[in-house]
């Protein structure tokens, strides 16, 4: 990054969108759906793992550091709950990482399987050629003992010939082990970003590893997708309640209301029944209009959310 471009990025970051009346960048708000949401709470995989063997190159959505900034006012400001997009997106992030983990795994001991089984075939090849050399030795003296020299000779040259093809196997066996089973047998993939290990490695090799910018952004990524899940979790826990709390509340309006209007048909019923009637309903007439535009609409609200409730 130049200077003048660190120098504005740095203006940015502090001042927003606002900063120098650019209208092209002033046409996408931090509210715009193409705006990475997780770019503003600053842990979009594509920032945090830039640089790394596992580069994820340009995020689909716009990341632009004003608009991070406008959205850091905003928020001061007002609960925008982006948290819950954020959250969402890290965690698909994280469940294809795991799902790669998992698959490594899986084809480490797929392999670690065919190699030991090669090498069992191996072994297996020795054992056999052993067994035939002492064979022949057996059969070598016994023809010796019988005094059948030339054949026992005959014997025992083939059993030198079957020595030189075990000696050539058991170098295969002894080959086909550190070359490629040690080695593999000893590969584990690491948890937190899914890159093999060897359990080999020398202690400067895991360091690079463990202090790597690859394996320190996923710690990042997972710490702050823990950090969302919590927010997301307080912040609905919080709206949760002020929803009851505005329910109980409307609650309690609605039987006040119920109350008062049960009064009001009373009255009206004992006072039509006596009164002068041109009077009263006039007055009747008002007190109509007026229960219609307010009132009235609740209770209507109010009855289908008894019902409601009497249903659970
Ligand atoms: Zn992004
Ligand atoms: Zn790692």
């Given at each position: 990054m130049s200077?003048?471009?660190?120098?504005?990025?740095?203006?940015?970051q502090l001042m927003g969108t606002a900063r120098d009346g650019d209208e092209t960048r002033q046409r996408v708000k931090y509210t715009d759906d193409r705006v990475c949401k997780s770019h503003l709470l600053d842990c979009?995989?594509?920032?945090?793992?830039a640089g790394t063997r596992m580069d994820l190159g340009e995020c689909t959505k716009i990341h632009d550091l004003a608009l991070r900034a406008d959205y850091e006012i905003a928020s001061k400001e007002k609960d925008l709950f982006f948290e819950l997009d954020a959250m969402e997106h890290l965690e698909s992030f994280i469940a294809e990482c795991d799902r790669r983990t998992e698959l490594a795994k899986k084809r480490l001991a797929e392999t670690q399987e065919e190699i030991s089984a090669e090498v069992a075939v191996k072994?297996?090849?020795?054992?056999e050629l052993n067994?035939?050399?002492?064979?022949?030795?057996?059969?070598?003296e016994q023809?010796?003992?019988?005094?059948?020299?030339e054949e026992s000779q005959r014997i025992l040259m083939e059993m030198e010939r079957v020595k030189a093809r075990k000696r050539e196997a058991e170098d295969?066996?002894?080959?086909?082990?550190?070359?490629?089973?040690?080695?593999?047998?000893k590969l584990?993939?690491?948890?937190?970003?899914?890159a093999y290990l060897g359990l080999h490695d020398n202690d400067r090799r895991l360091a690079d590893h463990f202090g790597g910018k690859l394996h320190l952004g996923f710690i990042l990524i997972r710490e702050k997708l823990e950090q969302m899940r919590k927010t997301v979790a307080s912040k609905q826990e919080k709206r949760n309640q002020e929803r009851l709390r505005r329910r109980e509340e409307r609650d309690r309006e609605e039987r006040a209301g119920k109350r008062s209007r049960s009064r009001e048909r009373?009255?009206?019923?004992?006072?039509?029944?006596?009164?002068?009637?041109?009077?009263?309903?006039?007055?009747?007439?008002?007190?109509?209009?007026?229960?219609r535009s307010g009132s009235r609409n609740k209770s209507h609200h109010g009855s289908s959310r008894d019902r409601e409730r009497s249903r659970k």
């Open positions: 200077a003048q471009a660190q120098m504005r990025a740095l203006l940015d979009c995989p594509h920032d945090i793992l072994a297996e090849k020795v054992h067994e035939e050399i002492g064979k022949l030795l057996a059969k070598a023809l010796g003992a019988e005094g059948n020299v295969e066996y002894r080959n086909s082990m550190p070359a490629s089973s040690f080695q593999q047998q584990r993939v690491c948890e937190v970003c899914s009373r009255r009206r019923r004992s006072r039509s029944s006596s009164r002068d009637k041109r009077r009263s309903r006039s007055r009747d007439r008002h007190r109509h209009h007026r229960s």
